[in-house]
């Protein structure tokens, strides 16, 4: 049995701004599963969603600061979830990251590296717990720090560090490098430096014992230039510490069979039953209440990566079919903004819902036909996952995790049962495009559909395979 701190910014649901808190919520049950020892560790935001007892652990004084080390169980589970609590750092409203103009918090360095330097001091069993973790798995740049820090003890536990998203690197002024107080040994193009900026997300790609990402295509592009954003070299360099393995989903949360916020609940045995959920969506958002349009989903944070300028290009030919569009985002002000007024303009054809909101992307999943995700990169990507699983037709740019969980629709893919959805090659409208009308030349051919989304359904995503993949390789970091 390993003993495994799970560092982490986010977890699902106590918060989440992405898919990094959903597998921060369902890798350590899967590994719990396994009988391994797990806990995390994260900021005490403001705005977690707290469920059940919670205590202080430990009390301790960093840079004059009171910092208190809080303990709560992940929700459904029985693992702890150990809480960074200083208050002039997390007690903020709204997002962990940024304030709400989507400005990150100008604070970000002196918050992440804080929590940084007390998971350390966890990690190194100096907070009165003898509870000393064998392995320190870091997650994204705001705990790349940690292996950083970690690499300067004597008699430390191994590390893991995880790529959820190589776009965001967590880079500051150099200067920071002497106000946080980091060692100036850990300053160097080797290091955390990186061309003259401190980057957190080198601590863990320079100094963790093993690197992955979440996809194993992924894992390729990201040595390329193209992926790399001038990390690629490092990245290559550190290619045999590094491995892709996919993520899983967590099949009770995302499961039409009894997923308690949908309408009518259905399996690939009453996929027929699922068109009530299209219909409820239909009321639900304002849309004409129609069985047999072709009904298209999208959920994204509204950001480049996520391609949703493609599908606003491509929206002036759609709109001229039969067919409807309900989205669910938010993120970039001018797209929320274009995307409300075409709402405006096309009431009976696009309803979009600007926000938050979990229990509308749940009946998004299971009302729509088609689900977009036309994204330029996608390190692995859930909601095509979660599509699959809902019958909801995934369409797809072959990048990421996209290219490694969705089987493109093809005669031979079809005859040999494993067509799940549609995937296209360029970053461009016009694939894009070209792809939305061969999903819809098979939506109108039924028995292609209902066996593709057949395929779909009966896909196994579960975490089971990858958290196996996860234990192996933290049996092979000795330390
Ligand atoms: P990323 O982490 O890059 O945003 P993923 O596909 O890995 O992309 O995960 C996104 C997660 O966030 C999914 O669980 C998705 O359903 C959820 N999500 C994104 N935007 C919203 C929203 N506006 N409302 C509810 N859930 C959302
Ligand atoms: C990131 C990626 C996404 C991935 C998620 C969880 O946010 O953008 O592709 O699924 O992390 O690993």
Not at 204 to 229: K, R, W
Not at 240 to 253: W, Y
Not at 418 to 437: C, M, P, Y
Request: charged share 20%; proline share 6%.
């Amino acid at each position: 049995m390993k003993k495994i701190l799970f560092v982490t910014s986010e977890a699902h649901p106590l918060i989440k701004t992405g898919g990094l808190a959903d597998v921060s919520g369902s890798l350590p049950k899967a590994l719990a599963e396994l009988s391994q020892d797990v806990r995390l560790i994260m900021p005490n935001y403001q705005t977690l969603n707290l469920y059940g007892e919670i205590h202080t652990l430990f009390s301790l004084r960093v840079d004059n600061r009171q910092i208190n080390i809080l303990e709560t169980r992940l929700p459904d589970s029985n693992i702890p979830v150990w809480l960074v609590d200083c208050p002039e750092f997390y007690n903020y409203p709204g997002n962990p990251y940024t304030d709400e103009s989507g400005n990150p918090w100008p604070n970000n360095a002196e918050r992440f590296a804080l929590f940084c330097r007390i998971a350390v001091i966890c990690a190194m069993d100096k907070i009165g717990q003898n509870w000393r973790p064998d392995i320190v798995h870091c997650n994204d740049w705001q705990s790349g720090l940690v292996p950083a820090l970690l690499s300067l003890e004597k008699d430390r536990p191994a590390t893991v560090f995880t790529v959820h998203n190589l776009a965001y690197q967590g880079l500051f002024s150099a200067s920071r490098m002497v106000t946080l107080n980091i060692p100036g040994q850990l300053w160097n193009p080797e290091g955390l430096e990186f061309h003259n900026m401190l980057s957190f997300i080198k601590g863990g790609l320079a100094f963790a014992d093993c690197i992955t990402t979440v996809s194993p295509t992924y894992a390729q592009e990201i040595q390329t230039p193209a992926f790399g954003y001038g990390l690629e070299g490092l990245l290559r360099h550190r290619k045999d510490a590094l491995v892709g393995i996919i993520n899983g989903i967590d099949i009770q949360q995302w499961n039409p069979e009894i997923d308690g916020t949908i309408t009518q609940r259905y399996s690939a045995d009453s996929i027929h039953n699922k068109v009530h959920n299209k219909t409820e969506l239909q009321r639900r958002v304002g849309l004409p209440v129609n069985e047999n349009i072709p009904m298209f989903g999208l959920i994204s944070r509204l950001v480049e990566q996520k391609g949703i300028d493609m599908v606003l290009n491509c929206l002036p030919e759609m709109l001229a079919m039969p067919m409807q569009l309900v989205l669910l985002g938010s993120g970039d002000k001018a797209v929320e903004q274009r995307l409300q007024a075409l709402a405006q303009a096309y009431p009976d054809k696009i309803a979009v819902t600007l926000g938050y909101n979990e229990s509308l992307a749940h009946l998004i999943e299971a009302g729509a036909d088609m689900f977009l995700m036309p994204s330029r990169f996608e390190p692995c990507g859930l909601n095509q996952m979660y599509s699959q699983r809902y019958g909801t037709i995934p369409i797809v740019r072959k990048t990421g995790g996209l290219a490694d969980t969705v089987v493109d629709t093809s005669m031979e893919t079809l005859a040999n049962g494993t067509a799940s959805g549609i995937v296209f090659n360029d970053a461009n409208s016009g694939t894009l495009l070209e792809a939305i009308k061969r999903a819809l030349l098979l939506y109108y051919s039924p028995e292609h559909w209902r066996n593709m989304q057949i395929n779909a359904m009966s896909k196994d995503f579960s975490w089971r395979r990858s958290a196996q993949e996860y234990l192996q390789l933290y049996e092979k970091l000795r330390h």
